[in-house]
């Protein structure tokens, strides 16, 4: 973890970002925290971005770990924005987990609808050679169930007022700022966090 923070940082502030900090090491399952569990409180002493900066946090990459990091900066009541990078879900939702197991349980459904032996045990009667399916439509339904969860945590978000920014955050050579790709647009943060998808979580915060 780097860290770099004027003298004028109060180590409360620094106690607030460590509880951050370990938010965004969540397990999946806080990606789909319902929006009413979770209440903005308003405890931070870094509440409400003031007039020299744009966002209290800012949160780069929306997988899994900047959706949740998202959700517990909305809870301590500081304001949000996460850089989406047009990749709201990030691979777990759009490339790997979420389409993946879409895949897996249809080719469960054939296997299961396969074993005659098993079937005639319950009492039914099926032709496994006439059990057919579409690689077409399993890929489609895949798709639309990934665009689903992609659509649900998206609206969570700007549900709790968090701002989603659809290009990619860059950090600039200034640690409170953090510059759209897609339209140049440089936004001040008190705090940038950059979520990396890796198997290997790693987690690079900045603060003032």
Do not use: W
């Amino acid at each position: 973890m780097n860290i770099t923070y004027n003298s004028a940082q109060t180590i409360s502030t620094m106690n607030i970002f460590v509880s951050l900090s370990v938010a965004a090491f969540a397990s999946t399952a806080t990606a789909f925290v319902p929006i009413g569990g979770l209440k903005a409180s308003r405890s931070s002493t870094l509440f409400a971005a003031d007039g020299d900066y744009d966002f209290d946090v800012a949160i780069i990459g929306c997988g899994v770990g900047g959706h949740g990091a998202a959700l517990h900066s909305r809870a301590q009541g500081l304001s949000t924005a996460v850089f989406a990078g047009g990749d709201v879900g990030g691979t777990c939702v759009n490339r790997g987990c979420v389409p993946s197991k879409a895949l897996l349980a249809a080719s469960g459904r054939v296997r299961e609808m396969q074993d005659t032996q098993h079937l005639q045990s319950l009492g039914i009667e099926v032709d496994a050679d006439n059990v057919n399916y579409s690689r077409e439509g399993i890929a489609a339904h895949a798709k639309n169930l990934a665009n689903r969860v992609k659509g649900n945590l998206e609206n969570s978000l700007v549900a709790l007022g968090c701002e989603v920014v659809e290009g990619r955050g860059m950090l600039t050579s200034n640690p409170q700022e953090v510059k759209d790709e897609a339209t140049g647009k440089v936004y001040k943060c008190k705090v940038s966090f950059t979520i990396f998808n890796s198997p290997f979580p790693k987690r690079y915060y900045r603060m003032i």
